[in-house]
């Protein structure tokens, strides 16, 4: 007989249209989902969705498949809800999505007092307001706001971008050419120093070049590193340049293990917001997250 869960991961894509949907609604990682996917695939002999981007659309014989399953799953799963134990009925389970460098600043340090599941997602801003919208996340921390009529946002603080050096960078020397006020000289004088930057994300550097020297930069950055957090660590070594935002390095900068460079002649600054859906029966453990959040950051 077919394995049960081959069936349930199926439904679960079905229901979600991605297979990072189907692998947050299973509580499974997305390369177990794709692995039931083909098995269950190759055990009925044909193609039961169509990759459309990141969509994943059933085909004619997976329509099929599913309204022949949809039934029998559903009071199979209404059957494993009645026999669960009683602790785990009640304990609610919220989706929290945000950026990785976000996550470690803030909520990580609280995961193991929470008195609720919790699962941590990360992505691009836009793929979690669709995920919040389906249902998929409870809560998401951005600074970009979505236009869906379902999604509400707060906002509750800012952070600045600003350029940020190791120890061993001439702070003096700097300040020297910024007080010339010749935009040229500042943009040689910084060009002329090695830069650290984020694997696939060069937005904040390419918003505070912009804002500042009207153009996008001209070079790439030396150094390709997975994370903020990263930057972060390896200008504690000394020496190198990057644009990241404030509240990363506070404390890094109030220790004077890197410095604070440049604000930039026109601030840079990004409103946070929490993206929640207007009706959640999870009010109570959202806010407690948004607690823990506002006092983190305020």
């Known amino acids: 007989m077919v394995n049960l869960e081959w069936y349930r991961t199926f439904k679960a894509i079905y229901k979600t249209g991605t297979l990072t949907g189907a692998a947050g609604a299973l509580f499974i990682s997305q390369p177990g989902v794709s692995l039931h996917l083909s098995s269950l695939e190759s055990y009925v002999g044909y193609k039961l969705f169509d990759r459309t981007g990141r969509k994943m659309i059933p085909t004619e014989r997976g ?24 602790t785990e009925k009640h304990t609610p389970t919220i989706s929290v999505g945000m950026c990785f460098e976000t996550f470690q600043i803030t909520l990580e340090q609280y995961v193991s007092t929470l008195p609720f599941n919790l699962i941590i997602s990360f992505g691009e ?5 669709d995920q919040l919208e389906k249902g998929i996340l409870d809560l998401i921390i951005t600074p970009k ?11 509750f603080s800012c952070e600045n971008i600003v350029l940020v050096g190791g ?3 001439d702070l003096k020397a700097f300040k020297d050419v910024h007080k010339t006020k010749n935009r ?10 090695k830069w650290y930057g984020t694997t696939g994300d060069m937005e904040h550097l390419f918003q505070f070049w912009s804002l500042n020297f009207g153009k996008k930069p001209d070079f790439r950055p030396n ?5 903020l957090n990263s930057i972060v660590r390896c200008l504690s070594g000394g020496s190198g340049l990057a644009v990241i935002p404030d509240f990363l390095c506070h404390d890094e900068i109030q220790s004077g293990e890197i410095q604070l460079v440049w604000e930039g002649e026109k601030k840079l600054k990004n409103t946070l917001y929490f993206g929640t859906r207007k009706k959640t029966t999870h009010n109570q453990e959202i ?9 983190v950051m305020s």
């Open 287 to 295: 806010n407690h997250i948004k607690d823990l959040f506002k006092k």
């Open 125 to 129: 801003y836009p793929e979690m307001l």
């Open 223 to 227: 150094y390709i590193v997975p994370n």
């Open 184 to 193: 040229t000289k500042i943009e040689l004088w910084l060009k002329q120093h």
């Open 167 to 169: 120890k061993d960078i």
């Open 145 to 155: 706001k979505g236009v869906s009529p379902n999604i509400e946002h707060e906002a």
């Open 63 to 86: 329509k099929v498949l599913f309204n022949a399953l949809v039934e029998p799953l559903t009071k199979l799963e209404e059957i494993e809800k009645n026999f669960q134990q009683s």
